[in-house]
């Protein structure tokens, strides 16, 4: 269930009209060999205590770009960068279930997930 919280505006589009027009050209445009994505995943692999600044300011620069982190101080971004995990998930696997303990916080940095309610 997805429960909107404050008065939400948002923009649609139909998961038909999406496959059709966007989905095939979105994936194949954002590419998982990307340079940044690497580095990303490569610091993001390391053991938290064993993070270097470079990696801590590779985690930096994708952590403040993203909307919900941006009005935080650099400070405590830089604080979530040393303990932040990764996690790479295969099309069609399921990242979490309805009914799941929600113990983890995901920021998506590529790809595209689907919300699926089961009835």
Not at 23 to 28: G, S
Not at 81 to 102: A, D, E, N, P
Request: hydrophobic share 40%; glycine share 6%; proline share 2%.
């Amino acid at each position: 269930t997805i429960a909107c919280y404050a008065d939400t505006t948002c923009l649609v589009l139909t998961k038909a009209d999406y496959n059709k027009v966007l989905k095939k050209t979105h994936v194949q445009q954002m590419g998982s060999d990307a340079p940044w994505l690497q580095k990303l995943e490569a610091s993001c692999l390391k053991k938290k205590d064993k993070r270097t600044e470079i990696d801590i300011d590779n985690l930096h620069v994708t952590l403040k770009s993203v909307k919900f982190f941006k009005q935080m101080k650099s400070e405590l971004q830089i604080a979530l960068c040393k303990c932040i995990g990764y996690l790479r998930q295969k099309t069609g696997s399921v990242v979490f279930r309805k009914g799941s303990v929600g113990d983890l916080f995901y920021i998506i940095v590529l790809g595209v997930v689907e919300v699926v309610i089961p009835d």
